[in-house]
Each structure stands twice: as structure tokens, then as C-alpha cells.
Nanobody, 126 residues
Framework: QVQLVQSGGGLVQAGGALTLSCAGS????????TGWFRQAPGAGREFVAG????????YYADSVKGRFTISRDNAKNTVYLRMDTLQPEDTAVYYC???????????????????WGQGTQVTVSS
């Protein structure tokens, strides 16, 4: 079965950086669209970044564009989210998600992704 295992995250001061990892089994990321989402307390799940099967097409929420970078290592079947210049408003639980049937127009919609990681907490202190 498909399993996404996340690692990384933690507590960092404002202006700092973190990298999240999402390792897949039972799924090949190079044949899927993979996204990162986040959910702050009391809020809905928000799209952060996405990467298409090609690996060369990446997409970002306006709030993180220029600060976050999504990438993929096909040999390790792992997707990463590098987060730079973190701000307190980036505090949330971060999730990776993947699916083979995610179309471009729906890439930012959480309900399009059938498989999800367990989530990892990112806390940015001011």
C-alpha cells in the first residue's frame, strides 16, 4: 500500500530555515503530482507548494513564493520542502500528499490528493 513518511520540522526562530522530507513507498513520485500543505490551529488545510511528474514544473502559494523550494530526488523517491526566511505565520502542521490523477487545474486543492503523510509540526518563534 502507499505510505508517505515525513521527517524534519521542529522549532526555529524567525528568519531561520528548515527542510521537510517526504519519503514514499508503494508510489513513484516521478509518476505523481506531489504537494505540501499546511494547517494552522483553527484553520483549513492550505496549499503550500506542488511538483508535477516532470519534476521541472513547480508551483507555490503566494505567501511562500521566493522563500520555500519544493524538490524531488527520484533515486530516493523523496520530496523535499526547503523553507527559508521562516516567519511566525508559517507555524503549522505540514503535510505532504501525492496522487497520480491530480490535474493541473486542481493541484492546489487538498481533496484531489488521495495519499497523505502523517504531518509534522513546524513552529516559528518571533
Amino acid at each position: 500500500q502507499v505510505q508517505l513518511v515525513q521527517s524534519g520540522g521542529g522549532l526555529v526562530q524567525a528568519g531561520g530555515a528548515l527542510t521537510l522530507s517526504c519519503a514514499g513507498s508503494g508510489v513513484t513520485f516521478s509518476r505523481s503530482t506531489t504537494g505540501w500543505f499546511r494547517q494552522a490551529p483553527g484553520a483549513g488545510r492550505e496549499f503550500v507548494a506542488g511538483i508535477r511528474q516532470s519534476g521541472t514544473h513547480t508551483y507555490y502559494a503566494d505567501s511562500v513564493k521566493g522563500r520555500f523550494t519544493i524538490s524531488r530526488d527520484n533515486a530516493k523517491n523523496t520530496v523535499y520542502l526547503r523553507m527559508d526566511t521562516l516567519q511566525p505565520e508559517d507555524t503549522a502542521v505540514y503535510y505532504c500528499a501525492t496522487g497520480t490523477g491530480v490535474i493541473l487545474s486542481s493541484l492546489r486543492r487538498a481533496e484531489q490528493y488521495p495519499y497523505w503523510g502523517q504531518g509534522t509540526q513546524v513552529t516559528v518563534s518571533s
